[in-house]
């Protein structure tokens, strides 16, 4: 998941706790305490709807799988598969499927596309409602470099103030959560238990990349009519800030990836390959070519995107959404947030209301990277053939990925700029679902049995392709849903939580209890 989130609230146990329990301690201290904690506050299907000890039996499953659910999470880490770099797509998609049949799925189906293939299984139940799961299988690229521990070592590591943790690239950006999530199938599994809904799963390989393809998965007639029949769709999450607070949002913003491509060639001016920059003195430059095009693009302090229509249906933060968002900034820390992005200012030094409106209701034109010439050490003197930017723009409702493209390939046009190159890599629309569907009143109700005031945002400014399914034909409300915490999501040490140091956060066996009281909110959700 392409995930910009909301940067969560840092309370971090007391000293004392940390004392008193060891890491090699705490973890049987926690497992006890979760387990009184939860007999006060289980939601009502455990005490009225479920036979006597079904939560039971699967909590015991699920401590007694600890270390093999952890085991499953490390292994996946080791065996990246990466689509911008065609890196291990194949064997990526096949433990996935590999995955699937483990916790008990049947057809478990690779489903060929233009790119890399997605997966398609179901899990029949024989219950009344069924619910779709969204997963994706690939992860983004990673520098060893820049990583305190090697990103695919997976190694559990002792963080202070958090607990054991994973680290390693996809660790919470979405193996982590799935692989919970899983963990909480196979509880139930091998506790003798069935599952209170039917289940039909999709998968991609190209999340990272914008997951040009996932339409041609879920839009196959098959997987299309399995679809048909859900009651919505959701995707396993790692919902917790480090104070153990719960951030639930009502949608996602859209995104667009692509290259803006400046040559010699297309141009008809500059050189068609790299010059000795002595010539600059009577050769054009593609490289200026491309800065001068990227400034038309936005405001001259860079924030505001200037494209003519690009905005143009963008759809205002209504007076309930701001009511959300008031809400959200007495609740969340601005500085903790600040501490966090390391950054001291936001944008036009707005107020931090101002700045969460702005990070749900702005679309944006951002510049991802520059590349062009000799970027090595020390100096080239090379004049430049060509240049690109990689760049990505965000969207809200009511904004089209196709019209965005639309309009910045006119706009460059009409500024003079018809000869410079768009490479659109993948791109979708933007996602909403009503505060009042059934599957928002279920995250909510789990959260709220924890104990937990979740805050409400419309919309998270990550991005994720749940449009194929909010979207027609399906129009199916979805959510994200999951206990537990990680972070560092695309960049270098990424982590997810394993054993927690903070009673109110919850870890991997904590989270996966969360997902079967989650699977049965939703079997009498209404």
Not at 25 to 50: E, I, K
Not at 57 to 62: K, P, T
Not at 167 to 195: C, D, F, H, M, Y
């Amino acid at each position: 998941m392409s995930d910009d989130r909301i940067n969560k609230s840092a309370e971090e146990p007391s000293v004392e706790t940390a004392e008193l329990f060891p890491p090699s301690d705490r973890r049987v201290f926690l497992q006890g305490a979760a387990a009184t904690a939860a007999a006060l506050t289980l939601p009502s299907w455990t005490r009225a709807a479920s036979p006597a000890g079904d939560l039971d039996g699967i909590r015991a499953e699920i401590d007694k799988r600890h270390d093999e659910a952890v085991k499953r999470l490390q292994d996946w880490i080791h065996e990246p598969a990466i689509a911008a770099e065609n890196r291990n797509m194949n064997e990526g998609c096949t433990h996935m499927m590999e995955l699937l049949r483990e916790a008990g799925f049947s057809g478990v189906t690779k489903v060929p596309t233009d790119g890399h293939p997605g997966v398609f299984a179901t899990l029949d139940a024989g219950a009344p409602r069924t619910y779709a799961l969204y997963f994706m299988y690939d992860v983004k690229q990673f520098d060893p470099a820049e990583w305190s521990s090697p990103p695919l070592d997976a190694a559990l590591i002792d963080r202070p103030g958090v607990g054991k943790v994973i680290v390693g690239r996809g660790a919470v950006n979405q193996k982590g959560p799935e692989a919970t999530l899983l963990a909480a199938l196979n509880a139930i599994r091998s506790a003798g238990r069935k599952l209170p809904v039917n289940l039909v799963f999709v998968a991609e390989g190209e999340e990272e990349i914008a997951s040009p393809h996932f339409h041609q998965v879920v839009h196959r007639p098959d997987i299309a009519a399995a679809l048909g029949k859900c009651n919505g769709v959701y995707m396993p999450y790692a919902s917790q800030g480090l104070g153990g607070d719960v951030t639930v949002f009502l949608g996602a913003k859209g995104v667009v990836e692509l290259e803006l491509i400046s040559s010699g060639e297309k141009w008809g001016r500059g050189p068609r390959k790299d010059l000795h920059s002595s010539n600059k003195a009577r050769v054009d430059s593609p490289a200026w070519h491309l800065v001068e095009a990227l400034a038309t693009l936005v405001s001259p302090d860079g924030n505001d995107p200037v494209v003519e229509g690009f905005a143009a249906k963008a759809r205002p933060l209504s007076d309930s959404d701001k009511k959300l968002i008031a809400d959200a900034a007495r609740r969340l820390n601005e500085a903790d947030a600040k501490k966090s992005m390391g950054v001291e200012r936001w944008i036009h030094d707005v107020s931090w209301q101002e700045s969460l409106e702005m990070l749900n209701s702005r679309p944006t034109i951002n510049i991802e990277g520059l590349v062009g010439g000799y970027t090595g050490p020390g100096g080239k003197t090379v004049l430049p053939g060509r240049a690109v930017a990689k760049i990505d723009m965000r969207l809200v409702p009511d904004m089209t990925a196709a019209e965005a493209i639309a309009a910045l390939k006119a706009h460059l046009v009409k500024k003079g700029f018809g000869d410079i190159e768009v490479k659109v890599s993948g791109g979708y629309d933007p996602t909403t679902t009503a505060a009042d569907a059934a599957i928002i009143h279920a995250e909510l109700a789990v959260y709220k049995s924890h104990g937990i005031d979740p805050i409400v945002m419309p919309r998270l400014a990550g991005s994720w392709p749940g449009c194929v399914f909010t979207g027609a034909p399906l129009h199916l409300p979805a959510g994200h849903f999951g206990l537990g915490h990680g972070n560092g999501a695309h960049a270098p040490d990424e982590y997810y939580l394993i054993e927690s140091a903070n009673p109110k956060v919850q870890g991997m066996d904590g989270a996966a209890l969360s997902h079967v009281e989650f699977l049965h909110e939703l079997a009498r959700a209404t």
